[in-house]
């Protein structure tokens, strides 16, 4: 049993900034990539930021400069810090994982709920 629960989430003013987590927990061996996707309403979802076992990221285009990705491999944490928000970055923020449930170290990818955040001008 493996779940991705996201928080975080929430209105702010264009050009303010959050901070999205996301906790995996469950029976885990491993956890290789995670990141962050989102789905505007009428628009298909799209990755936003990536960041592998090692720490190494990338980000949309459309975010590089304002988002930050990071993780705590011993918390089986992720964080996405959103900064100078705009109107454009409103969506469904999910959390993704590729996780590892016992020693064959065969991955799968996981998925949390979601989160809404909405920028307002």
């Known amino acids: 049993q493996v779940q991705l629960v996201e928080s975080g989430g929430g209105l702010v003013q264009a050009g303010g900034s959050l901070r999205l987590f996301c906790a995996a927990s469950?029976?885990?061996?491993?956890?290789?990539?995670m990141g962050w996707y989102r789905q505007a309403p009428g628009k298909q979802r799209e990755l936003v930021a990536r960041?592998?076992?090692?720490?190494?990221?990338n980000y949309a285009d459309s975010v590089k400069g304002r988002f930050t990705i990071s993780r705590d491999n011993a918390k089986n944490t992720v964080y996405l810090q959103m900064n100078s928000l705009k109107p454009e970055d409103t969506a469904v923020y999910y959390c993704?994982?590729?996780?590892?449930?016992?020693?064959?170290?065969?991955?799968?990818?996981?998925w949390g709920q979601g989160t809404q955040v909405t920028v307002s001008s």
């Open positions: 993704n994982a590729e996780i590892a449930r016992d020693y064959r170290s065969v991955y799968y990818s996981y």
């Open positions: 469950g029976t885990i061996l491993s956890i290789n990539d």
């Open positions: 960041i592998t076992s090692s720490s190494t990221t």
